[in-house]
């Protein structure tokens, strides 16, 4: 057995012990992403951390965005087991193999197809301190805020508490949580309670001021990834930049999206670009930027590699050391 | 004592001064030459009422309908649950015994009617004698009472004085409407009126203190309990008994209180609401558990009533389904809805509604999930309103247009609809993107500009200063004059900038009142975007 082989067959009974991926998982459709993810997307049935940058930490407007994508295309999970009708394809071969790390992906075609829940289905319970998410502007996102259910509180353990008990409820669609601090103990709890019911939860880290910021940011966690979600300057559009009106114009909004921590996976970052945030990203997709190979917003620490990656022209910057 | 007309008079004794000849209504100096050691403390007659009010409450363990009467009496309906203390004289020999244990004093008379034992506990009953008058025997029992005990105002007992008649007995052969010609006058306290009420022929209905349930289940211990164990365990068996009737009704409850009677006499409670009818015991046991630490057991806990205030209709199927069922996920749902509104309060849940309106903050509404009704929606433009819309820049915006998409389409001379396109591909309509993240009330900034109408070059937030390098707008948008919200606002008018620092954040800015106005306008960022 060649050395290759063998790390492969290692890795994959890790993956099996650990098993990240028991509920499925929920690709990006960006091959770039996907590829560095184990199982090939976000696993369902876990917890996810997303945190902001700068003066976002505390605000978590990009962190928001970010998660409303994801929920757009979630759905309560397992799929209608028991429902009426005969399983799809997919559900059956999940059923079979049950315990096994299979992996399928439910993309938004696929629940278009007549899977029921369809993707973008079932409620989210979201519980932060004070209500200020904004309806037009998570359907913007993709996130239909009629499927939200939003429980104020005005404390982390509260919001802890409230999010297990929703982790509980297999009916809803995802959990999401804003908290500053996540205590192990408490991470751990959630990550359990996502696990048994096959619920996703994300919990945005929006953190009071700098100096939580500073004690919380690099605090290990269960939960399966963090993430951090920065948004970008526009780039300047070459067809808006001889029309002296536009020059000074928004384009298109971007984000640098780092994979800060993920189990049985490396840290990667990228570029990505929403597609069309006001209309065509009703979807909840997100695309990676084409002009990425052009204007690099790699941190210092990280070097540029080039590859074609599912005809996307885009490829992470994986760190060079951990 | 209490003050009355300048002069300082006696409003209640005790038997010592009662037997030393004072009476309540003595004034203060006159009593004193009776009894120079008497003691004296003003009376405090809110002090008075909230203690009968308690006990009356407290009364609830004999019966769902108990108020106080008047100043010193508590009235208890006891039809239908006598039986279950083996008996009138058996009840009241235990109401007796536990008063008696309170050191409250009392006089205790049961009869048919409110009238009859009103009379009778005041003017029959003594201590540790209860009247118990068998029904037929009442009328030859309130006979020989004074005509006072007729609930009539002291005219009217006068009046009868004055024409010899002094006991209740003496109106038995009087002619009916010569009683009540010559003393009904005064309408609800006529003579005739409470008589017919004393003997039944008029009915007087008991109005309960505070609302009356529709089911109630009852827990008495020969012990007091206190452990919050035996509390659970109370709890546990109280919903079961509960949920057993309602399942046979097939009901579910909506709104329950469970009262912890306490043995000195106060009533703790535990009230819960459910956002489905549900007679799931555990779910109802575990509502009530979650709260029990806020229940101060004192000495003991002799009796705890579970009370049902509101059911719905609850059919078999709905409640019977249990597990991860889909077709319980609604059920589920409902439990994890009332679990966390009985921790948070259900004013902590909310869901996001559109609503018709330009004003930001008004398209998209928290609406708590206790008052959700689904239909509610703000005043629509009058007949007219459009057409000064477009003045301030608004498009046209039909009132009778569909509420979703939730943003009133208000695009005003922006920048952005020239983008080719870009941004808008999709969609007749093209709408400026809105934030995820929208701050109520806004909140001020510090902003400089270089021309009054253009966006400003810099702003202060949070005591931050961000640069403003790209910047989207304006997009007008007037108060809505005919709403009786918008027209108390000063500032009506609001052009909205999407700006963008050069750390690539973007914020959505308003300056309030017109550019080059006196006082100078003042800048708010509204809300934040992804």
Redesign the interface.
Known sequence: MSQTARLAALRDRIRQIEQPARHGVLPFAVAAIDSVLPGGGLALGAVHEILGT???EE????????A?GILARLC?H?P????AGPPSPAVRERVKTDGAPITFSRTAGEGARGRS?RAGEG?V?WCLKR???????????GFD??R??????PRDE?IL??ME??L?????AAVVGEVGRLPMVASRRLQLAAERSGVTALVLRRWRNGEEAMAERERPSAALTRWRV?????RD?L??RDDP??R???G????RVELLRCRGGVPAQWVVESG?????DATGHVCLSAALADRPAAAPNQKPGRREAGGLDAEPWRRRAG | MVAEGGRRVLAAINPAAAAAGLAPGMPLADALSFLPGLATVPADPAADSMALTRLAEWCGRYSPWTAPDETDGVKIEITGSAHLWGGEAALAADLARRLARQNIAHRIAIASTLGAAWALARYAAVDNQPALPAPQDERAALAPLPVEALRLDPETVQGLRRVGLRRIGELYPMPRDALARRFGVNGLNGVAHRLDQAFGDLPEPLSPLGETPSRRVRLSFAEPIADPADLTRAIARLVEDLTARLAREGMGARRLDLGFHRIDGRVEHIRIGTARPSRDPRHLAGLFTAKLDTVDPGLGIEDMILAVFAVERLPPEQAELAGSNPKTAAHDMASLLDRLGNRFGLDAISRIEPRQSHIPERASVNVSVERQTGTTSTPSPPPGAERVGVRWGIPECSPTSPPHPPIAGAMGPSLSSLRGGEGFSRGSVSKPPRPVRLFRPPEPVEASWLVPDNPPVQFTWRRRLHRVVRADGPERIAEEWWTEEGSREADAIRDYYRVEDSEGRRFWLFRAGLAQSEPPPRWFVHGLFA
Do not use: C, N, T
């Not at chain 1, 939200?148 to 509180?153: E, K, Q």
């Not at chain 1, 920065?230 to 526009?234: G, H, K, T, V």
């Not at chain 1, 069309?276 to 065509?280: L, P, W």
């Open positions: 700068g003066g976002d605000d978590g407007a990009a962190a928001a965005g970010f409303a309560p397992p209608a087991a028991g429902a829940p409620l319970l209500p200020d998410l904004y309806g037009p502007g998570l359907m913007a996102h805020p009629a939200l259910v939003l429980v104020s509180a509260e508490w409230a008990e929703g509980r409820l297999p009916g809803l920065a948004s970008l300057p526009s559009e067809k808006l009106r536009l000074h114009s928004i298109r909004p971007r984000w069309d945030v006001e209309v065509a």
